[in-house]
């Protein structure tokens, strides 16, 4: 017997006055006893059993809109016989009853469903669902002549319709389609709607005015023909908040999200959290914050790192550039919300975070920076005795080191740092670390480098070793040792500094030498704004500080200066913008003849960094001088000995050193004989509501930008940026599209594929005609579209694949490379993409 435990989720919403799930009954279907909730419909029990009943207008996340005024009152697919009761019902409609008896396929009931989805399709493009040639055809063209308009979508080869009418069969009487010239519009935001596609099956209504609440759909009938508009010309002045339900629930082509890829649909369904390094939930985040509930936003981020307050400063946040509300209009300022959360938790993660009894193993970390106390938080987490070695007398590396106090204060580092230290992490400061086997000897038994770039990169120009040329690391580093003007560094501020650099780490150096004194301050680019790698926040500081932007030029020579009041001259070169080069930028070239000289006291170039070599630690590294690791566990090339951040990845940033960090801590674990497993669950009672409810204006809302001092201000160390205030951060939060719900939306139940399983026995009663087979992995995956001459022999050469190829499905073609071709085009429209094997070479690579 099957428990269906499943078969409430078609239930989950009390919308619509739908019955709630109550203790198990029993029940029989097509002679195969299961159980399933009380209350729960037949049609979920029977899904949730294995047991397919066609259905259009149902879906596992909705009501049934056949209940809802669907055209003639739903789709009538999913009809069922049940015992003791005359005719037939709808599955979708009948609440399970204990000893009730049920058949899904009968004579009248595959007849009642042949004419349904023949009506269905008489309002619906469906001419190439019957047409021979229709396999790999891409309906742009028709060798049969057929009109556009009366042809299928794009989406056929994974469309929902299409499957069900193979399975319920098209009848020869379905009535030919008639062009009505409904609306087709994709020029909006988002999503192409076309609604002659459209069957009136009303899951979308359902989805956007019941489970949603936004309420921007109806109704409409053009010359007899039902179907689903806004309601309004537009979707935004429909009110649409784009969260997508629509479009996920929709059966066919009609609504279509043009801004997914469908080969990384999940991804791209919800790109802040899948562009975040360490995987951090952002819409969660982001929506608490929009509630006020600041501590558990932060739970929700340390649920991935162990330093929201300087992430909330200084991460380059390629949550933002992803944001799919720049599609509307601008991404949401969700580093600045990070930050707020951090600046006013109380500390309630704390109820759920959890320390594992000591393990008696000992780890070392090589580098206080980002990955290396990351590594050591989430090691000591899991018992361990964690041991954290510094060059310097404070930790943080780069985040203390190469980041100016004014973007990240000392004080916000040194209590996320503590919150390290409290679980018993040693961290010996002033510690140079020459050689990895006096760790060993010490009985360390596992070893983590995390030493970043702290080697800045030459000019590679005559004069760049002079006294007061110097590279970006060590400029920072004696800023915040306050180590400036001292015999220690030797660097000398002066009147003038050139910054030769166009990124964040040269206005970084600009902006923290205006606050050293420098009455004047060049930050030389050798190209235009535009070429700029720089933040534009970073650049518009700049600008305010007094900071002179001079593009298209560079230096050729640095000489000292003999005679002048500075201490340097400085030889500049115009430059112009030639073809791209292999970064996409227009390449700069010299002008000819435009030299000139310039008198300067201090020239800092901040044009890149690069790892120290440390040959002591005997692990193989790149031609960059960049330790080499294993992606899956970053480690090195020495047993026991793990490396990340900068020192593997170069000049990076902290929210890749801190996923790398965790990567490593769960290796490392495991190596030191726990499970490997890191992962923590620090919100666990909170997720996003469904009914996200009718907003007026929503849709037009702009970004909200952070606070920040006055310029006239910034001749300290003070933090420029203050952030949102509550009710400014409530309102960008509130900006969100909850990309997050239509992701978590189920995935309607389809018609069951004809495979079988991958065995002597099965191979054996396979005929030996041309054909073409396909071998699945253990999750219905297609591994391998191949055509041979002979299907059983084929199949036969494979079967020692069984392992990795553990399904497959034949189907007779005399010319059977014209139909692997084919398929093999189907697949790729539907997943943008080959199937991982095609084809001898590729299948013995993939085996």
């Given amino acids: ?61 909705l009501p049934p809109s ?106 020869p009487t379905t009535p030919p389609y008639k062009p009505i010239q409904l609306p087709v519009v994709k020029d909006e935001p988002f999503y192409d709607r076309d609604y002659n596609l459209c069957i009136d099956c009303r899951r979308c209504l359902v989805a956007c005015n019941e489970v949603r609440g936004v309420d921007c759909l109806e109704v409409k009938n053009t010359d007899g023909r039902t179907w689903v508009g806004t309601i309004a010309p537009t979707l935004v002045e429909s009110g649409c908040k784009f969260c997508s339900a629509c479009v996920t629930v929709c059966p066919t082509g009609a609504l279509m999200d043009r801004t997914l890829d469908v080969a990384h649909k999940k991804e791209s369904q919800v790109p802040c959290k899948h562009t975040c390094p360490a995987g951090i939930d952002v819409p969660r985040y982001v929506q608490l914050v929009g509630l006020g509930k600041y501590s558990e936003a932060v739970a929700v981020v340390r649920e991935k790192l162990p330093f929201p307050g300087i992430l909330g400063r200084a991460c380059f946040s390629p949550c933002e550039s992803a944001c799919r509300r720049k599609y509307l209009d601008e991404p949401i300022s969700i580093r600045s919300l990070k930050r707020i959360a951090a600046d006013n938790d109380t500390g309630l993660w704390r109820q759920y975070s959890k320390q594992l009894p000591p393990s008696g193993k000992k780890a070392a970390v090589i580098g206080a920076g980002p990955a290396g106390l990351t590594a050591a938080y989430y090691l000591a987490k899991k018992g361990h005795a964690v041991t954290v070695f510094d060059a310097l007398p404070a930790a943080g590396g780069m985040a203390r080191y190469g980041i100016p106090s004014y973007r990240v204060p000392l004080d916000v580092i040194d209590s996320e740092v503590a919150e390290v230290t409290k679980l018993g992490v040693e961290i010996r400061y002033n510690r140079r670390v020459e050689k990895v086997d006096e760790l060993f000897l010490q009985g360390f038994e596992a070893v983590f480098i995390g030493i970043g770039a702290q080697g800045g990169d030459k000019l590679g120009l005559p004069g760049d070793t002079l006294p007061n040329v110097v590279d970006s690391p060590t400029f920072l580093r004696a800023a915040t040792l306050g180590l400036i003007g001292t015999p220690e560094t030797d660097i000398v501020i002066g009147k003038r500094v050139a910054v030769i650099g166009g990124g964040n780490v040269a206005t970084d150096n600009a902006r923290s030498s205006r606050r050293l004194g420098a009455e004047a301050v060049d930050m030389v680019y050798r190209r235009t704004r535009e070429e700029m790698p720089a933040r534009d926040d970073e650049i518009q500081g700049c600008e305010e500080e007094g900071v002179n932007l001079r593009f ?118 495991k190596q030191l004989g726990g499970n490997g497993d890191i992962e923590e669950k620090l919100l666990p009672d909170w997720d996003t509501d469904p009914h996200i409810g009718r907003e007026e204006g929503f849709n037009k809302v702009k970004r909200f930008h952070p606070v920040f001092i006055d310029p006239a201000r910034r001749n ?62 253990a999750d219905k995956k297609v591994l391998v579209i191949k055509g041979v001459e002979n299907l059983r022999e084929g199949l036969e050469a494979v079967l020692d694949k069984a392992d990795i190829a553990r399904f497959f499905v034949v189907e007779d073609a005399p010319f059977f490379s014209q139909r692997e071709n084919q398929l093999v085009q189907a697949y790729m429209q539907q997943y943008g993409g080959m199937p991982p094997g095609v084809g001898a070479d590729e299948m013995d690579d993939l085996f």
């Fill in 1 to 61: 017997m099957e428990t269906s435990a499943q078969a409430v989720r078609w239930w989950k919403k009390p919308a619509g006055g739908v019955p709630a799930a109550g203790p198990l009954v029993t029940l029989t279907v097509d002679g195969k006893q299961i159980e399933a909730p009380g209350g729960a419909s037949l049609l979920s029990a029977a899904a949730a059993a294995g047991i397919y009943i066609p259905a259009l207008c149902a879906h596992p996340d």
């Fill in 66 to 171: 056949c209940q809802r005024g669907a055209g003639d009152s739903g789709c009538n697919l999913c009809v069922v016989e049940i015992a003791g009761t005359s005719g037939m019902r709808t599955s979708c409609s009948i609440a399970v009853e204990e000893g009730m008896t049920v058949t899904t396929r009968s004579p009248a009931i595959d007849k009642l469903r042949r004419e349904r989805i023949a009506k269905i399709l008489g309002t619906h493009p469906h001419v190439c669902l019957t047409c021979p040639q229709r396999e790999g055809c891409s309906r742009t063209t028709c060798s049969f002549g057929n009109p556009v308009e009366t042809r299928c979508c794009s989406i056929f080869s994974n469309c929902e319709l299409r499957k069900v009418s193979d399975y319920v069969g098209i009848p």
């Fill in 552 to 669: 298209l030029l560079a230096p050729k020579k640095i000489e000292l200066n003999e005679s002048g009041s500075s201490r340097l001259k400085v030889t500049y070169a115009r430059m112009e913008l030639g073809e791209p080069d292999a970064s996409g930028r227009r390449r700069p070239v010299e002008v000819a003849g435009s030299e000139f000289t310039e008198d300067v006291d201090l020239v800092i170039a901040a044009i890149g960094q690069h790892p120290k070599k440390y040959e002591g630690f005997g692990v193989q590294t790149n031609d960059k001088g960049r330790i080499t690791v294993r992606a899956d566990s970053m480690l090195t090339s020495r047993p026991g000995v793990y490396a990340g951040g900068d020192c593997v990845l170069g000049p990076s940033t902290l929210i890749e050193s801190v996923a790398q960090g965790r990567i490593a801590a769960a290796a490392m674990d």
């Fill in 716 to 777: 300290n160390w003070n933090e420029v940026e203050l952030g949102f205030d509550a009710a400014t951060a409530k309102a960008e939060a509130l900006r969100c599209l909850k990309c997050n719900l239509a992701a978590k939306i189920e995935d309607m139940v389809l018609p069951p594929e004809a495979w079988l399983e991958l065995n002597a026995e099965n191979v054996a009663g396979i005929g030996t005609e041309a054909g073409v087979y396909q071998l699945l992995d």
